[in-house]
């Protein structure tokens, strides 16, 4: 079935530096590609949204400026956290969409000290 | 607007018993309609999803829910629960009739279920 490969699966990282999550679609394209943040023991947040070649679309309250995203190709789409913050401490989970549905990357545990 | 809502934070069930984790959601249109299990530290997996014809949705791993549109309701169920179906549990929905490129997924809370052995 189709898959979504992410990485790093945890990353610690330095208040001040960057940090780039990768997702690529394994065996499907990737139409679009949703990026969300999960805090411990809640919901996922959507957010931003990104359609392959284009622009992407923020959540309110998201900074674009911060929270970089990337979607060059139907198999790669990138977050890059800028300038990293320990409030940016949390759990980022990509979501690649096609005709079939969604699927989900493994998420990625980022820990900021 | 779409919204989804998992009353209970918490299900805790026997091995071996039936166990039902609920939700019920609100959209404009016709809903689909998802079901999806997350592992501490871990993606989401897809359990189920509802899109049209048979109300009595079959899933992965022996689970099942029902969509009742007059109830608004999405109920997740499974007849003999397992050690190794505790975990986090999300309902998920999105309105089908939604316009072009406008694909986004609305989560509840997630419900934390517990099986004792």
């Known amino acids: 079935g189709a898959v979504v490969s992410q990485h790093p699966s945890w990353v610690i990282c330095k208040s001040g530096t960057s940090v780039k999550i990768e997702c690529r679609s394994l065996?499907?394209?990737?139409?679009?590609m949703f990026w969300y943040r999960q805090f411990p023991k809640q919901s996922l947040m959507l957010m931003a949204t990104?359609?392959?070649?284009?622009?992407?679309?923020?959540e309110q309250g998201v900074e674009k400026d911060k929270f970089l995203i990337n979607h060059a190709s139907l198999t790669l789409s990138t977050l890059t956290v800028t300038s990293a913050h320990p409030e940016d401490s949390s759990f980022y989970i990509c979501?690649?969409?096609?005709?079939?549905?969604?699927?989900f990357g493994s998420g990625t545990r980022l820990t900021v000290v | 607007a779409q919204s989804v809502a998992q009353p209970e934070d918490q299900v805790k069930v026997a091995e071996g018993n039936p166990l039902t984790v609920k939700c019920t959601y609100s959209?404009?249109?016709?809903?689909?309609l998802f079901w999806y299990v997350q592992y501490p530290n871990r993606g989401l997996q897809f359990l189920l999803k509802?899109?049209?014809?048979?109300?009595l949705v079959k899933g992965s791993y022996g689970f099942e829910a029902e969509f009742n549109k007059s109830q608004t309701s999405f109920h997740l169920k499974k007849p003999s629960a397992l050690v190794s179906d505790s975990a986090l549990y999300f309902c998920?929905?999105?309105?089908?009739?939604?316009?072009?490129?406008?694909?986004?997924?609305?989560f509840g809370k997630g419900t934390k279920l517990s099986v004792i052995p």
């Open positions: 509802y899109i049209t014809g048979d109300n």
């Open positions: 065996d499907f394209q990737a139409t679009t």
């Open positions: 959209v404009s249109g016709n809903p689909y």
């Open positions: 990104s359609n392959e070649g284009s622009k992407a679309t923020y």
């Open positions: 998920a929905v999105r309105e089908m009739d939604s316009g072009a490129g406008s694909y986004q997924l609305t």
């Open positions: 979501s690649g969409f096609d005709n079939y549905g969604y699927t």
